[in-house]
Nanobody, 115 residues
Framework: VQLQASGGGLVQAGDSLRLSCAAS????????MGWFRQAPGKEREFVAA????????NYADSVKGRFTISRDYAKNTVFLQMNSLKPEDTAVYYC?????????WGQGTLVTVSS
């Protein structure tokens, strides 16, 4: 089972990025998926989560109104649309998928926002 995150990069404050996380090895259509991030020198923190049916979302206060999580069941992929990026959004972003027995993590994609 593998979660492959992509879409990170270097952008300026106010720009947008769309992160993708493609799952392979099994389907997560019946599982919640989400995004976390870890800034340099800080602990990993929650960013956003989406329920398995896609009808319930949850966001960290710091990203509400700017970030949107979504998923494509056919492609077994979860996305994170990030708008109005700020320098404090700079971090390595990790996707995850939660099952009854395990939590799977992607390898991370680096987002750097310059001021």
């Amino acid at each position: 089972v593998q979660l492959q995150a992509s879409g990170g990069g270097l952008v300026q404050a106010g720009d947008s990025l769309r992160l993708s996380c493609a799952a392979s090895g099994r389907t997560f259509s019946n599982n919640g998926m989400g995004w976390f991030r870890q800034a340099p020198g800080k602990e990993r923190e929650f960013v956003a989560a989406l329920s398995w049916r896609g009808d319930n979302t949850n966001y960290a206060d710091s990203v509400k109104g700017r970030f949107t999580i979504s998923r494509d069941y056919a492609k077994n992929t979860v996305f994170l649309q990030m708008n109005s990026l700020k320098p404090e959004d700079t971090a390595v972003y990790y996707c995850n998928a939660v099952t009854i027995r395990n939590t799977y993590w992607g390898q991370g994609t680096l987002v750097t926002v310059s001021s």
